[in-house]
């Protein structure tokens, strides 16, 4: 199931499963990789955008009624998703975009997206820029994910169509976005990533262990447990399972 965590620096996230593990790692990496003033345009400058401040002085952020979430990928760029295939065109005072965003966690309980595009003509790849999107606005949600053991994570294709977007509400400047992206969203994304997986990971090692303890043969009265084969094979799943949460607390610590 998935669920809204208040985590310690008031931020919202939302991660399927049981949602101890993920505190402790989330948490962890916050000591880790503290957050960075993203925005440098000027010292006079607000670092947060105007759409977050007013989420904040409202107490919305701090009291975990804010969520926002990422819209890295695109249709264009698939799992390749530091360089965008969108870009933000400079228009009237303001940017505008129009992009194919695809698996946007918790797109339906988000009330803002973290978003990238290719800077105006940018002569790189990554010369992105990272933005806040509000919901509306020529933002929508279009579709849903039907994903095996994923389909709680509500990852769904957003459609941004003449999104404008004012220059108040850019995380960097213009072009200069890779570098935040790898500094300071990527370490999070993959704790956050890491913690889910293994979470499922656990749940269907759990979820074997009953189906092999009550399912057997009824002409024998054997249960599936009793066999070597599926004993040993239960065993390799825990001994990876915890392999991998091994290396996230020691990642996180």
């Given at each position: 199931?998935?669920?809204?965590?208040?985590?310690?620096?008031?931020?919202?996230?939302?991660?399927?499963?049981?949602?101890?593990?993920?505190?402790?790692?989330?948490?962890?990496?916050?000591?880790?990789?503290?957050?960075?003033?993203?925005?440098?345009?000027?010292?006079?400058?607000?670092?947060?955008?105007?759409?977050?401040?007013?989420?904040?002085?409202?107490?919305?952020?701090?009291?975990?009624?804010?969520?926002?979430?990422?819209a890295f990928s695109e249709v264009g760029s698939r799992s390749h998703f530091?360089?965008?295939?969108?870009?933000?065109?400079?228009?009237?005072?303001?940017?505008?975009?129009?992009?194919?965003?695809?698996?946007?966690?918790?797109?339906?309980?988000?009330?803002?997206?973290?978003?990238?595009?290719?800077?105006?003509?940018?002569?790189?790849?990554?010369?992105?820029?990272?933005?806040?999107?509000?919901?509306?606005?020529?933002?929508?949600?279009?579709?849903?994910?039907?994903?095996?053991?994923?389909?709680?994570?509500?990852?769904?294709?957003?459609?941004?169509?003449?999104?404008?977007?004012?220059?108040?509400?850019?995380?960097?400047?213009?072009?200069?976005?890779?570098?935040?992206?790898?500094?300071?969203?990527?370490?999070?994304?993959?704790?956050?990533?890491?913690?889910?997986?293994?979470?499922?990971?656990?749940?269907?090692?759990?979820?074997?262990?009953?189906?092999?303890?009550?399912?057997?043969?009824?002409?024998?009265?054997?249960?599936?447990?009793?066999?070597?084969?599926?004993?040993?094979?239960?065993?390799?799943?825990?001994?990876?399972?915890?392999?991998s949460r091994a290396l996230l607390v020691r990642m996180a610590a």
């Open positions: 199931m998935t669920r809204m965590l208040e985590m310690k620096r008031g931020t919202a996230i939302c991660l399927p499963g049981d949602p101890s593990d993920q505190i402790y790692f989330l948490r962890a990496a916050s000591s880790r990789f503290p957050p960075a003033r993203l925005n440098a345009r000027s010292s006079s400058h607000s670092c947060t955008p105007r759409y977050l401040r007013r989420a904040r002085r409202g107490g919305r952020l701090t009291g975990g009624e804010h969520l926002t979430t990422l530091w360089p965008p295939v969108s870009s933000l065109i400079p228009r009237d005072g303001c940017f505008e975009t129009s992009a194919r965003k695809a698996w946007v966690t918790s797109t339906n309980h988000a009330d803002s997206h973290v978003a990238s595009a290719q800077a105006h003509d940018a002569s790189s790849i990554f010369e992105t820029t990272l933005y806040i999107a509000c919901r509306g606005g020529g933002i929508a949600v279009n579709g849903g994910f039907d994903g095996l053991g994923l389909r709680e994570n509500d990852s769904a294709p957003v459609v941004f169509e003449n999104a404008r977007i004012p220059e108040s509400d850019l995380l960097t400047l213009p072009g200069e976005g890779a570098r935040d992206m790898l500094r300071v969203v990527f370490p999070w994304f993959c704790m956050g990533t890491a913690a889910m997986a293994n979470g499922l990971c656990r749940a269907a090692g759990a979820f074997t262990a009953d189906h092999l303890q009550e399912a057997g043969y009824e002409r024998t009265g054997q249960k599936l447990r009793d066999l070597p084969t599926l004993r040993a094979r239960l065993a390799e799943m825990s001994v990876r399972t915890e392999q």
